[in-house]
């Protein structure tokens, strides 16, 4: 008897309706069953119920034209050819305008299109010397052809958009598709979500006929309700993941870390500044976590330049009064030695003892107080014996699977995550669920002030001056781009390009360059260089982003800015203004586009990291800040609705009522959910 269970494996093949063609094509590219396909969900949605029939329009907005061909031609350009068909509106009322259909590298599409055919075309028309292009277009033969008929998949709806791989079309997924949802069933697979889900906002609706919406909605209103819901049920499996992390790493038990103020006394006494009001109570929640016997997992976030190195060092002074040991992991060589650096000036003059352990460097006695490096540190016994704390800065540069391993080189050590990125409340929620958070709001008063300007790349000489004078007054600058070389598939600016000349722009004042591909010895050299002022402008990628501190510099030139993200921009702003003077950031963009001036103006109006977050994530969703490099989970299918606060609270609820019900998802109702979780329930369990 056939059930839900076997259709969903079967075979492509065996779907009514399905070319071998389009069988064999997907097979080339991994899919080869139904749920091969279910599973492939749409990224975004046309809405191809309007035609237009009169008339053809530019203006960037593509949409639906019915039309008839009144004339071919295929074009050649040395070897290479091209074929374009002349079209009119095939409607009553057309007013005569003729719009060319152009497939680049294509000619023998002249064995598939005629004159006298009429055509559903779909796509973005643009002007150029008088005539009217769509290049490329969406197409479906309504009257004429072989392949007359099928527009019931591919235009008249709202048409499912798929995320494409290797040689496949969007009209062979979209058809697949199509025949697979109409071979399923109205119940084709078990709900993941509690069944107390069914009510409110999502009354009536079910995992199967949410998947079937999704793939192909009658209307706007059931397919946001579908994603919402799928959305919700990915958010779910996420928090059971996580919630059950928490609860593990409590369940191992800790040690109490109660410091007795002897080191804490001296360290604040020394210190330039007091603590802001955020850091105080940042610091107070942390040393909360450390008296208790159960281990600290707790996120120290804030804005670049809030100060939270002081908060991390009073932190691993405390671990240290309680008798244990501390150490600092750091993503790259260049922030592991300035930390050590900064730990080096502040501590021992306290008598605390400091080592750094990098790739390349090894300094200071394997039995010091406090162990600050990279990666290194997690293959060193001796430096992580008997830790009784673990900061880790810059914890989306690392993941789980290594929080986890240096976490079991000590016995269930208290743990503090660092980052500078300020985290919107919904991805805290998400990347970082299984941590408590702090957060500091709040930048030190002895900060400069950083002026932010948005101006065209043609500026370049007038701002060569400013920087020019900027140096001559002591300052330093630095000068980012978006690529290390030139590249042909992409239009933007390289930093050993822009190191040549910037170097005779700013002569006779130095010039140096850090980018990503330079040895670590190699980086360290210029970053020292510079650090000590013997280079006066930094030529750079974004290697910088994160972590450099160098005081004096006042002048960020960031080339290309359109290219990057919201947030990014705020981090590589944040390598300004970190000493009391005033401090310059220009965003250089290549043309004067109004939406890239109106998307970027933020940064010119706030210098507030969390609201800047926010912003990103309504604009571009959160990218790659999900991606599993970075949180140790697959990214998220839905991960722009995470900037929808009630949904991922909702999930959390779910998920927490869910395991407190049954803790270890044992009863059959939850046979789903195993699959789902499959949680790791040690450390060394997540590195095999």
């Known amino acids: 008897m056939e059930t839900s269970e076997t259709i969903l494996h079967q075979s492509l093949a065996e779907v009514p309706g399905l070319t071998s063609r389009i069988v064999k094509m997907l097979a080339k590219e991994g899919m080869l069953t139904v749920m091969d396909v279910v599973g492939l969900l749409p990224f975004r ?4 119920r309007r035609k237009e029939t009169a008339a053809f329009h530019t203006g960037g907005i593509p949409g639906s034209h019915a039309v008839k061909v009144v004339k071919t031609q295929v074009r050649f350009f040395g070897r290479a050819g091209s074929f374009e068909a002349i079209v009119e509106h095939s409607g009553v009322g057309g007013l005569g305008q003729q719009l060319t259909l152009r497939w680049w590298n294509m000619p023998f599409m002249s064995k598939t299109i005629a004159i006298d055919m009429e055509l559903i075309v779909y796509g973005r028309i643009k002007e150029f010397k008088g005539r009217l292009f769509m290049d490329h277009p969406e197409y479906e033969v309504i009257k004429g052809g072989e392949e007359e008929g099928g527009a019931s998949i591919h235009n008249d709806r709202i048409v499912p958009v798929y995320p494409l791989r290797g040689g496949l079309a969007q009209k062979a997924v979209r058809t697949a598709s199509w025949h697979v949802m109409e071979r399923l069933g109205d119940r084709f697979t078990a709900d993941i979500l509690p069944p107390t889900t069914g009510k409110g906002e999502f009354a009536g609706l079910h995992r199967s006929r949410a998947l079937h919406t999704v793939h192909f909605p009658a209307n706007e209103e059931e397919l946001n309700q579908s994603r919402r819901y799928l959305a919700l049920e990915e958010f779910y499996g996420y928090q059971l993941r996580v919630v059950r992390r928490r609860r593990r790493v409590h369940e191992a038990g800790g040690r109490s870390h109660r410091g007795d103020g002897s080191f804490l006394g001296a360290f604040f006494k020394e210190l330039p500044f007091e603590l802001t009001a955020a850091q105080s109570r940042s610091l107070r929640e942390i040393q909360a976590d ?35 040991r501390a150490a600092l992991m750091a993503p790259t060589q260049i922030l592991a030695e300035q930390h050590y650096l900064t730990a080096q000036k502040w501590l021992e003059p306290l008598g605390v003892t400091v080592s750094l352990k990098t790739g390349t460097l090894k300094t200071g006695a394997e039995s010091a107080q406090i162990s600050i490096g990279t990666h290194a540190l997690l293959h060193d016994r001796g430096c992580m014996s008997d830790v009784g704390l673990v900061v880790i800065d810059e914890q989306h540069k690392f993941g789980v699977v290594q929080r986890a391993r240096l976490i079991e080189k000590g016995r269930t050590p208290d743990v503090l995550v660092m980052t500078a990125t300020p985290i919107p409340r919904t991805l805290s929620l998400t990347i970082y669920g299984d941590l408590d958070v702090s957060t500091i709001d709040e930048r030190p008063k002895s900060r400069g002030k950083v002026i932010t300007k948005v101006r065209l790349q043609k500026k370049m000489a007038e701002a060569a001056g400013f920087l020019a004078e900027q140096i001559a007054s002591g300052r330093q600058g630095y000068l980012v781009f978006p690529l290390i070389e030139d590249s042909e598939k992409v239009d933007a600016a390289a930093a050993k390009k822009g190191f040549a000349e910037w170097s005779k722009l700013l002569a006779p004042h130095t010039v140096g360059l850090l980018h990503g591909k330079m040895s670590a010895v190699e980086k360290e050299s210029v970053m020292r260089d510079f650090r000590e002022g013997r280079i006066h402008a930094l030529v750079s990628t974004t290697v910088v982003e994160v972590g450099v501190d160098v005081p004096n510099a006042t002048v960020m030139y960031i080339h290309n800015a359109e290219r990057f993200g919201l947030a990014q921009l705020h981090q590589l702003r944040g390598r300004i203004g970190r000493g009391s003077h005033t401090s310059y950031c220009v965003l250089f963009v290549k043309d004067d586009d109004e939406e890239v001036r109106e998307r970027l103006a933020i940064l010119e109006e706030t210098d507030d990291g969390f609201q800047i977050a926010e912003e990103d994530l309504k604009r571009r969703g959160p990218g790659d800040i999900l991606g599993r490099a970075q949180s140790g989970e697959a990214p998220l299918q839905f991960a722009e609705l995470l900037a929808d606060t009630r949904l991922v609270r909702l999930a959390r609820q779910l998920a927490e009522r869910t395991l407190n019900a049954d803790p270890e998802l044992k009863e059959p109702r939850h046979a789903p959910l195993r699959k789902l979780v499959q949680e790791i329930d040690s450390p060394q369990a997540m590195l095999q």
């Open 290 to 324: 450390m008296a208790s016997a159960l281990p600290m997992n707790r996120l120290l976030h804030g804005d670049v330049g809030s100060g939270k190195t002081v908060v991390a060092l009073a932190a691993m002074l405390t671990a240290l009064e309680s008798g244990s």
């Open 45 to 48: 949605h046309e809405d191809r």
